[in-house]
Each structure stands twice: as structure tokens, then as C-alpha cells.
């Protein structure tokens, strides 16, 4: 299966290439900032909780630490994140229910929210 060429990290001035946005060496600090930015703080409390890491892992585990989007279309990928199908904002009470997430790689979950790849 061919893989996803790579291109140049997101991060001004970095060279390094990745077959993300950002290379490994700026992906933390992008978490970070929308963490601190975009996301509010009842939510980034609630993923750095502990309930969250348990049913994120049950959900991994459920999917076979596979992307499903990637799997429905015949492709096996590994799951780079888990997603709330109805997001945390919308549906505070699904954010734990396992039925309401799904293991996506990056490239599938930057298509469902419309951010490039």
C-alpha cells in the first residue's frame, strides 16, 4: 500500500518532513497552544482526565487501534486519535459514551472538521 508522501512541517522555518501537519518536534507545542487557545477549559480539563484516557483506550482497543474511515474503505490505518462523532461542545453527557467515538489517523479527522491535512 503506498504511503503518504511527506512534506514540510507547518511550524515557520522547520524543514523537517512529516506526513502530518506538524513534525514531532512541534506537534506538542500546537496541542498546546489550542489548548490554551481555541479549546475551553472545561473541555481540557476533561481530556486530561482520567476518564477520558480509560474510555479513549476502550475505544482504541473496540476498533483495533485501526482508523474506521480507513477501514470502511478498505484501507488499514493505524488510529492516530479518537473522535466524539457528536462533539463535546454539542453533547456534553456523550462525551464519555464509547458508542458516540470512533478511532480516526489524523488525515480522516482533519477531513471531518475541514482543517487541511
Known amino acids: ?6 512534506k514540510p512541517c507547518s511550524h515557520p522555518r522547520c ?6 501537519r506538524y513534525c514531532d518536534n ?3 507545542d500546537a496541542t498546546r497552544y489550542y489548548d490554551k487557545v481555541q479549546r475551553d477549559s472545561r473541555s481540557t480539563s476533561f481530556y486530561n482526565g482520567k476518564a477520558w ?5 476502550q475505544a482504541l482497543l473496540r476498533d483495533n ?10 484501507m488499514m490505518k493505524a488510529a492516530d486519535m479518537v473522535h466524539h462523532i457528536q462533539e463535546v461542545r454539542d453533547e456534553w453527557d ?6 458516540n467515538l ?6 480522516c479527522h482533519n477531513k471531518v472538521h475541514g482543517k487541511r491535512g
Open 1 to 6: 500500500m503506498p504511503s503518504k508522501p511527506k
Open 15 to 20: 524543514p523537517e518532513l512529516t506526513t502530518e
Open 26 to 28: 512541534h506537534k506538542k
Open 53 to 57: 484516557q480509560v474510555v479513549r483506550q
Open 65 to 74: 487501534n485501526l482508523c474506521q474511515h480507513c477501514f470502511n474503505d478498505g
Open 94 to 99: 456523550l462525551r464519555l459514551d464509547i458508542d
Open 102 to 107: 470512533t478511532s480516526l489517523c489524523n488525515a
